[in-house]
């Protein structure tokens, strides 16, 4: 079982199963919006994951989730101090598998006085590739992390260490609730200034597919109305619009 360790045991936690690079390739250029709303019609109602706000403006990320989830704390089941028993401490084990292009998401309960990663950590998980991380709670050395190019997707940021105040880390690459959305170790997630959206990897190449022929006839569309063209006409697009969309879709 992947979760917090009392007996002093080394820890063995899972790892994830990742995409294709052809499969991120398809998705980087959609954006969190247009993932949001074609989830939508592919059955997935709410893929939004609310709380966590972008805190690097322009950024965005396509990756697979390592997950961390984070429990109520309990003296006798986790040591609260900093650096007592650091491989036991199962917030750094999620880092260990970190490769290049992936993304950490923390299930930390919306926990404001926690910081669940530092300065330290965050420098270890972009030098082995990492892209960003998605947390329902907070981060401390903001202002340092904030340096290393990763994606922010946070809560907020405290001065507080991980465990100082009311919860631990319990469990990684496991299935979490991160902002009120189920993910799943190795599911999908488009984030960049609208927010983040955890994409259920067996529906990864559908929403591929779907949105790229979204962001192209939007791109069409855009063009006409900042020429003037007709809201009505051009967005969405009516039929008369789609035979001088598919005309200028063969000339590209």
């Not at 972009?126 to 401390?140: N, T």
């Not at 999908?188 to 259920?200: F, S």
């Not at 109305?225 to 200028?248: H, I, N, S, V």
Request: hydrophobic fraction near 35%; charged fraction near 20%.
């Amino acid at each position: 079982m992947p979760n917090a360790n009392t007996d002093s045991q080394p820890i063995q936690t899972p790892d994830i199963e990742r995409p294709s690079s052809s499969l991120i390739q398809a998705l980087k250029d959609i954006g969190s919006a247009t993932a949001s709303g074609e989830l939508k019609r592919l059955g997935i109602r709410n893929a939004f994951i609310q709380g966590p706000v972008s805190m690097t403006p322009g950024a965005s990320i396509v990756g697979p989730a390592l997950t961390l989830q984070f429990m109520p704390i309990r003296e006798d089941l986790y040591p609260t101090s900093e650096y007592v028993e650091p491989e036991q401490q199962l917030h750094r084990h999620v880092l260990y598998h970190t490769r290049p292009g992936d993304v950490v998401v923390v299930d930390a309960r919306a926990d404001m006085t926690s910081g669940v990663f530092g300065e330290m950590m965050m420098t270890y998980f972009r030098g082995r590739g990492g892209l960003g991380v998605v947390i329902d709670g907070c981060i401390r050395d903001s202002a340092e992390i904030k340096r290393l190019g990763l994606g922010l997707w946070l809560r907020g940021v405290t001065p507080n260490f991980h465990t100082q105040t009311s919860i631990y880390p319990y469990a990684v690459n496991v299935p979490i609730a991160c902002g009120g959305v189920t993910v799943m170790p190795g599911d999908l997630i488009i984030a960049d200034d609208d927010g983040a959206v955890a994409v259920p990897i067996q529906l990864a190449p559908e929403l591929a597919r779907k949105a790229s022929e979204h962001v192209e006839w939007e791109e069409f569309s855009r063009a006409r109305l900042a020429a003037g063209g007709d809201l009505r006409k051009y967005y969405p697009l009516t039929d008369e619009a789609r035979q001088e969309y598919e005309t200028w879709r063969n000339k590209q």
